[in-house]
Each structure stands twice: as C-alpha cells, then as structure tokens.
C-alpha cells in the first residue's frame, strides 16, 4: 500500500479530531494514524498499516497528540525526517533519561536514582517511582524502609497487569523491559503542588505560557499523588511567572522546538519558594487542563497548536482573564467548594481505566 497523504495525525484525541475537523480543507489531505477509525473524511490507517506502507519518507510529517504518539513517533523515528520538536525528546522517555538530560543543562529539577543503587537507606521520606510512568501510576510516598520495601514488592508484582507495561509491550524494544520497569526514588518535597505548563512556540520562540495549578490531591491504593482538582488563575504571583518563564525557554532550545504547544510538569514549593522541572513533552497539554484554560483565556491550544502544524501560524491572544477550576473524580460527580458556580459537568472515558471520570469545571460566584 502507498500513502500519499502528507500530513499525519498520530492518535489524535477526540476533541483533536473535533478541531481537526472545524479547519476544513486541511482534513482532506490529512491521514489519520489511530487504533480505531475516526468519523471523518479523511484517510485513516491503523498503526501497523501504516508502518507497512511504502511511501517515500521524505514527505512525511507527524503531528504528535499526546503520549501515545510520542511513544509511536520513538519506537518508528527512522519512517519520519519531519517533526516540530527535536530527536532528544525521543531519547528522554523514562525518568532517569529526562532527569540526567535536564541536569545537564542546569535546570532545577529532584535528583533520581535507582532503587539498586542505594547501598544503605536514602533519608526519608522519598518518593518512588517507576522509571517510565505516567499519570501517577505507583507513584508512592515511603517514610521507612518497610514502607519502601512493601511498595517495591507490590510494583513488581503488579508491573505486569497495568497500563504500563501495556505500553512498554507496544512501544518499547523487550531488551528495555528490565530498565522501564525498575522503581526510582526521588527527595520529597512536602508541601509542594504540580504546575502544569503549556508553551506555545512559534519559530523556535516561546510566545505564550500558561501555568495550571494543582489544587485537589487524594492518596489511592496505586498513587499517594492522584491530582483531582486544577485551577487556572488569572493572577500568576509576578517572580512565580518570570521563572516558569525562563525555565520554559531553556526547554524550548533544549528540545529544539519548532512551531508547536508544548507541556512541562513543575513542581512548586510556596512555603521554600522551590521550583523543579518534573516532566516534560512536546505535545498539547491533557484534555481536561486544556478546557480549563481555554475557559480562562479564551485560548484553544489544540486550535492553535493544529493551526502552527499545517499553516505555521495561529493566533494564540488572550482574550480574557479570570479565574476558575476543574474537579475529577472516578465514578461519582465531585463535590466543589461554597460561593463557586458550576460550568459544565461531563464524564469521559480514560484508557486503562475500567471506570469512568466525571468531570466538574466551576468559577466563582458572582459576588464572591
């Protein structure tokens, strides 16, 4: 099979294909890359297929949704010369990878070592992690040895039936499986709440950077870090942005951007004013963070982002500014605070999940 088609989606979201969609004639010369088909016109091969056709790579580029197609455009980088990010953000997919890569340059970021290589016990608490990991999955607090050792003992009997290894399986070559799976220990930082940031770049410049706050946390039997609440305000804390700033740029010429949205995971400590880069990838922040700051700013990021893939340019201006949240919880609709006025309630489906997410987005009351 030949595809002609030179722009390629890979595992677009729904609400990618949704924006996909609204841009109109871009559909038509798109082939879409997923696991099921999409309900729109344009081509759409599954991934196998599409590793098996015979077109000319040099015509090809790649659009990367989310971590999936991450993950995909690593495991097939030698099928694509075009993306709008660098090959290090290839090399960079398990923590000890990304941790060594950002020292390297001197951003500030919590030290990672292998759980083998401690010969005598780390000064707790620690957290630990699994080296290649995502949405918080085994993410555990350990104040003593046995907590470190009970947690280790459950990862690794566990690895095997979760999402994790499910990817790793996919995406990743059977003589990693050893490395992705080890557990990393990390310092705890207290007191301290995730940033999420999403970069909007332009021409290999930062043009735009919007920081989400972690509000609502719950310890789960998998997690001690379930985030289940975010807010967006409007009112950043001056010296807070400058940083977040600052850091962002370091990301963009370290992992070569080019025009594309982009999202790093900050860690912030307000009481020591501590500020760490925890994660970082170059596709469009997660779905339920994007909303939230589309109903902040008035900016669409998937819009934006699809926009700098096939025109090059967009509009990223902010067309307002006010504060407001998200609450998620499994199963039931979450509860939100007094004095708030509720948006929109949904419920979605998250793969490697067997329930549901309801979701609640609030702002202030009037008045309040």
């Not at 070559?173 to 207290?190: A, F, I, Y």
């Amino acid at each position: 099979m030949t595809v002609t088609n030179s722009n390629v989606i890979l595992f677009p979201s729904s609400a990618t294909l949704n924006e996909l969609a609204r841009l109109g004639p871009q559909e038509a010369s798109t082939l879409i890359v997923a696991d099921e088909p999409p309900q729109l016109e344009s081509r759409w091969l599954t991934p196998e297929a599409f590793i098996a056709s015979d077109e000319p790579e040099q015509s090809r580029r790649w659009y990367c949704d989310n971590e999936t197609s991450v993950y995909f455009a690593a495991r097939h980088r030698d099928r694509c010369p075009w993306l709008a990010f660098g090959q290090l953000c290839l090399n960079t997919l398990t923590k000890l990878e990304l941790g060594h890569a950002l020292e390297s340059i001197q951003l500030p970021v919590l030290h990672k070592t292998p759980i083998t290589s401690y010969c005598d016990d780390p000064d707790y608490p620690v957290v630990a992690k699994p080296n290649f990991g995502f949405a918080s999955c085994f993410v555990k607090r350990a104040d003593s040895r046995t907590d470190l050792q009970n947690h280790a003992a459950r990862f690794a009997r566990e690895w095997a039936l979760s999402p994790l290894a499910s990817y790793a399986m996919r995406f990743f070559p059977k003589s990693r499986e050893s490395e992705l799976k080890q557990l990393v220990l990390e310092r705890c930082v207290t007191h301290a709440t995730v940033l999420n940031a999403a970069l909007v770049v332009h021409d290999r410049t930062l043009v735009d950077l919007h920081l989400v706050f972690g509000d609502v946390t719950e310890a789960t039997i998998s997690s001690d870090f379930q985030w289940r609440g975010f807010r967006y305000s409007g009112l950043v804390p001056r010296e807070l942005h400058e940083r977040s700033w600052r850091i962002a740029q370091s990301l963009v010429t370290f992992f070569n951007l080019s025009s594309c949205v982009a999202e790093a995971e900050l860690l912030y400590d307000a009481q020591s004013q501590e500020l760490y880069v925890m994660e970082f990838s170059p596709r469009v922040i997660g779905g339920s963070l994007a909303v939230l700051v589309e109903h902040g700013t008035g900016v669409n990021l998937r819009q934006v982002a699809l926009k700098l893939f096939f025109q090059g340019q967009a509009d990223w201006s902010r067309t307002r500014s006010r504060d407001c949240a998200i609450r998620l919880r499994l199963g039931d609709r979450p509860t939100i605070p007094a004095n708030t006025r509720p948006i929109f309630w949904m419920e979605r489906n998250v793969e490697g999940l067997a329930s549901t997410v309801s979701e609640v987005l609030y702002e202030p009351a009037a008045g309040s």
